[in-house]
């Protein structure tokens, strides 16, 4: 084989590793794997293709799975994560799959691609507690602050977390202050 061949073959390879999404989903290090499944509806009347994305050090893996039409999977954890982690889901077509993750009897939790350093979330007059996953994207340590504040905007707690690695997670469960109408979390890169 002419050696021009071989470089090219090689430097496709190597661009070609990690397949393109249109869609990302973001899950936290909730509970070991064997005590985790992910739940995957297809919403669509096309056959979509999905797959999980785990980092092992440098690393990304990936395991492809197909869905057909209006219809649902069951992924166990141990199907894809070595160790209790962080993980993405990816889809090639966007708003056609919706994904959740729930760890053994516990309740279902929607897994979302919302990727900002800052969220608002409104909170249920009738809610006590919360509990809040993050996941660090960014490539070095965040800190961070949750703010509750009152209807008059007022604020009336205020709780900090640090995620040190890449991909790193948390899931906090918050006492709701009373008179709490929303949290604000805010990351900041260190």
């Known amino acids: ?37 992910i739940f995957v509806q297809n919403t669509s009347r096309a056959p979509q293709v999905f797959w999980t994305q785990i980092r092992q ?7 492809h799975f197909e869905l057909d039409p209006l219809s649902e999977m069951k992924i166990r954890g141990t199907q894809f994560l070595p160790t209790q982690q962080s993980y993405s889901l990816k889809a090639l077509e966007q708003n056609a799959l919706k994904f959740s993750a729930q760890c053994q009897s516990d309740l279902v939790i ?13 909170i249920d007059s009738k809610s006590t507690h919360l509990r809040i996953s993050i996941v660090n994207l960014f490539l070095q340590g965040q800190s961070g602050s949750m703010t509750f504040f009152d209807k008059s905007n007022r604020e009336i707690a205020r709780e900090t977390f640090k995620l040190e690695k890449y991909y790193e997670s948390q899931t906090l469960k918050l006492k709701i202050p009373i008179g709490a109408v929303r949290l604000h979390i805010v990351c900041i890169h260190k």
């Open 110 to 122: 929607p897994l979302a691609g919302v990727t900002s350093p800052t969220i608002d979330h409104l």
């Open 57 to 63: 050090g440098g690393q990304i893996d990936e395991n």
């Open 1 to 37: 084989m002419d050696v021009s061949i071989k470089t090219f073959l090689s430097a496709f390879m190597f661009f070609a590793t990690a397949a393109q999404a249109s869609e990302v989903v973001y899950g936290p290090a909730l509970c070991p794997p064997e005590e985790l499944t």
